[in-house]
C-alpha cells in the first residue's frame, strides 16, 4: 500500500476500504489503520482481495476520485466513476495527438530513446557480470552501435524515421543477445526473434512473458483513463492494443528479457519443460509455465528508485506510474513524457 503521484495503490490481500469523514479508511486484516485525505487523491487502484465500502465509492464518484480494481496479478477487471468524469476529455485529447504526426513523433521518440538505454543498460550489465562468459568485444561493438542510434533518434524526423532507427535498435540487440544466454547449451540456442508460433524455446519464454507485459501494461493505461487501443508509435489496427504496446518498449529489455535469462542461465527452466511440434512450434508445459508466472509476480516485487519521481516503488507500479505520467503528458500537466530509464 502506497501513493505515488496522488494515487492510492492497495496491493494488501484483505484490506477493506471505507470513509471516515474526508480520508479514506484503509484497514489491514492485522489490524493496522491508515488514513488518506480524500482531496489529496487523484485515483484508487485496487489489487486483489480488497474490499470498498458503497459510502466510500459514492463520496470518490463525487469527488471525481475513479476507483479500479485489477486481479491480484494486474489484470484490469472493473472501474467505478463519478457521472462528470475527465476521462473523455483525455481520451479526445489522445485521439487528437494520435491524429497529429508531429505529436505522436514526440511521445514515440521519448518512448523509444527508453527502449534504446535500457537496452544499452542490458548489454553492459551482462558485460560487467559475465565478462569471462561471453564474447565482450561482440557486445561492445554493439553498444556502439546502439549509442549511435540513441544519437540519431533525437535528430530523427517524423514516424518512418523514427521507426527506422528502432528496427535496427532491436536488430543490433537481438543479433547479440544469444551471448547473454550462459546455460542450455544447444537447447536455449537463440538465432533471432520469431513468434506466431515461436520456433524454438527462448523465443517461446520472451513471447509469454511480453504477453503477461501487455497484460499489465494495459491495465495500467485503463486505470488512467488512457485508451489502450490507440497508440502514438503503434498505430491502430483492429484487436492492437497500440498505447499498450508503445508503453511496454520501455520495460521490454530490463523487465521481461532480463526475467527469461534469469529463468534459464539460473536453470528454473529446462529444455523437458517445451514440446516441439510438427509444425516446428515449441509450447511450454504446464509447470514450466508456472514456473514463469511465479518468476514474473516475483519480479514485479522488486523495489527500485523511479528515476523521474525519485521515489522507491515495486517494479511492477511502475507500469502504473508511467501511464499516470503520460496521461499528464496529454492533459498538458507535464510539458514532456519522461520515459523510465533503468538504472
Known amino acids: 500500500?502506497?501513493?505515488?503521484?496522488?494515487?492510492?495503490?492497495?496491493?494488501?490481500?484483505?484490506?477493506?476500504?471505507?470513509?471516515?469523514?474526508?480520508?479514506?479508511?484503509?484497514?489491514?486484516?492485522?489490524g493496522t489503520k491508515a488514513?488518506?485525505?480524500v482531496h489529496t487523491l487523484d485515483g484508487v487502484v485496487c489489487f486483489g482481495n480488497v474490499g470498498v465500502?458503497?459510502?466510500?465509492?459514492?463520496?470518490?464518484?463525487?469527488?471525481?476520485?475513479?476507483?479500479?480494481?485489477l486481479t491480484a496479478y494486474g489484470k484490469f477487471l472493473a472501474r467505478s466513476q463519478g457521472p462528470v468524469s475527465g476521462n473523455v476529455l483525455?481520451?479526445?485529447?489522445?485521439?487528437?495527438?494520435?491524429?497529429?504526426?508531429?505529436?505522436?513523433?514526440?511521445?514515440?521518440?521519448?518512448?523509444?530513446?527508453?527502449?534504446?538505454?535500457n537496452a544499452r543498460s542490458v548489454l553492459r550489465r551482462a558485460v560487467r557480470d559475465h565478462a569471462d562468459k561471453l564474447d565482450a568485444a561482440r557486445l561492445g561493438d554493439a553498444l556502439a552501435r546502439l549509442d549511435d542510434c540513441a544519437a540519431r533518434l533525437e535528430r530523427a524526423q517524423g514516424l518512418e524515421m523514427l521507426r527506422g532507427v528502432e528496427g535496427e535498435a532491436a536488430g543490433v540487440y537481438f543479433a547479440v543477445f544469444d551471448e547473454m544466454v550462459l546455460r542450455g547449451g544447444e537447447a536455449f540456442r537463440f538465432a533471432g526473434r520469431n513468434r506466431r508460433p515461436p520456433l524454438d524455446r527462448i523465443n517461446c519464454l520472451l513471447s509469454f512473458v511480453y504477453t503477461l507485459l501487455a497484460h499489465d501494461v494495459r491495465s495500467a493505461l485503463e486505470c488512467v483513463g488512457?485508451?489502450?487501443?490507440?497508440?502514438?508509435?503503434?498505430?491502430?489496427?483492429?484487436?492492437?492494443?497500440?498505447?499498450?504496446?508503445?508503453?511496454?518498449?520501455?520495460?521490454?529489455?530490463?523487465?521481461?528479457?532480463?526475467?527469461?535469462?534469469?529463468?534459464?542461465?539460473?536453470?528454473?527452466?529446462?529444455?523437458?519443460?517445451?514440446?516441439?511440434?510438427?509444425?516446428?512450434?515449441?509450447l511450454m508445459d504446464d509447470g514450466t509455465r508456472r514456473t514463469v508466472l511465479e518468476a514474473y509476480q516475483k519480479r514485479k516485487r522488486d523495489v527500485l528508485t523511479h528515476p523521474f519521481l525519485k521515489e522507491k516503488m515495486p517494479l511492477g507500479l511502475a507500469f502504473h506510474t508511467q501511464a499516470l505520467l503520460l496521461a499528464r503528458h496529454v492533459r498538458g500537466d507535464l510539458d514532456g513524457y519522461p520515459p523510465f530509464f533503468w538504472q
Open 1 to 30: 500500500m502506497k501513493t505515488h503521484c496522488n494515487t492510492l495503490y492497495v496491493t494488501s490481500q484483505g484490506a477493506y476500504l471505507s470513509k471516515d469523514g474526508e480520508c479514506v479508511l484503509v484497514r489491514l486484516e492485522d
Open 35 to 37: 488514513r488518506f485525505p
Open 53 to 69: 465500502s458503497p459510502f466510500l465509492l459514492g463520496h470518490l464518484a463525487e469527488r471525481d476520485v475513479a476507483v479500479s480494481f
Open 90 to 117: 483525455l481520451r479526445r485529447e489522445q485521439y487528437r495527438w494520435a491524429d497529429d504526426g508531429e505529436r505522436s513523433a514526440l511521445v514515440a521518440r521519448c518512448v523509444l530513446a527508453g527502449k534504446i538505454v
Open 226 to 282: 488512457l485508451d489502450p487501443a490507440v497508440g502514438f508509435l503503434h498505430r491502430d489496427r483492429p484487436g492492437r492494443p497500440g498505447l499498450a504496446l508503445d508503453l511496454m518498449e520501455e520495460f521490454r529489455s530490463f523487465f521481461a528479457d532480463r526475467l527469461v535469462l534469469s529463468l534459464v542461465n539460473r536453470e528454473q527452466v529446462g529444455p523437458g519443460g517445451f514440446t516441439v511440434t510438427e509444425s516446428g512450434a515449441v
